[in-house]
Antibody, heavy 115, light 108 residues
Framework: EVQLVESGGGLVQPGGSLRLSCVGS????????MNWVRQAPGKGLEWVAN????????YYVDSVMGRFTISRDNAKNSLFLQMNSLRAEDTAVYYCAKKNDFAVWGQGAMVTVSS | EIVLTQSPGTLSLSPGERATLSCRAS???????LAWHQHKPGQAPRLLIY???SRATGLPDRFSGSASGRDFTLTISKLEPEDFAVYYC?????????FGQGTRLEIK
């Protein structure tokens, strides 16, 4: 089955850190832009960050700039999101998505920031 | 940033009816890089339309997208039970990429 699989979510205290991973299964991510998107409870979708095929171009939404870092390891067919200085408002399901047009989405990983 | 405004917020229709969902951009969307996604609770979102009017692989032809300037439309010609979900438009021409707030398509 062709899919993206996220992992690494969980409960973390405000100010803490978490690293999300996204692995391609039955598909390769190496030639494509990759994205992270989140959905807070009861809210809509929000684009978080993206990265080009070789990792030398990265873009972020203002609200995570300086706190989150997107990266990739094409040899491991994997995408990452390092999240530092987490806030309550970062609580959301985080999805990875492949290509600029978000052709393939993962099932999501839940991140809860709470004391 | 480009703000996308979707209407209506909720659309109540019956299976077999035609659904028309709208999305207006606050400024021009580069190269019509506008997508529509379907999202059901507990599932991964699903790409339906890209480039404003191109259907994703395997998408039934009852789904169609169109564009006129800053206005974009998703039409579902004859609703099936599995079509009831939340639909988002999204622009991917300019960072930050942005989504509309969503239209909930519910069974009447």
């Amino acid at each position: 089955e062709v899919q993206l699989v996220e992992s690494g979510g969980g409960l973390v205290q405000p100010g803490g850190s978490l690293r999300l991973s996204c692995v391609g299964s039955g598909l390769t991510i190496s030639g494509d832009w990759m994205n992270w998107v989140r959905q807070a409870p009861g809210k809509g979708l929000e684009w978080v960050a993206n990265i080009n095929h070789d990792g030398n171009k990265k873009y972020y939404v203002d609200s995570v700039m300086g706190r989150f870092t997107i990266s990739r390891d094409n040899a491991k067919n994997s995408l990452f999101l390092q999240m530092n200085s987490l806030r309550a408002e970062d609580t959301a399901v985080y999805y990875c998505a492949k290509k600029n047009d978000f052709a393939v989405w993962g099932q999501g990983a839940m991140v809860t920031v709470s004391s | 940033e480009i703000v996308l405004t979707q209407s209506p917020g909720t659309l109540s229709l019956s299976p077999g009816e035609r659904a028309t969902l709208s999305c207006r951009a606050s400024q021009s969307v580069t190269s019509d890089y506008l997508a529509w996604h379907q999202h059901k609770p507990g599932q991964a979102p699903r790409l339906l339309i890209y480039g404003a009017s191109s259907r994703a692989t395997g998408l039934p032809d009852r789904f169609s997208g169109s564009a006129s300037g800053r206005d974009f439309t998703l039409t579902i010609s004859k609703l099936e039970p599995e079509d009831f979900a939340v639909y988002y438009c999204q622009q991917y021409g300019t960072t930050p990429y942005t989504f509309g707030q969503g239209t909930r398509l519910e069974i009447k």
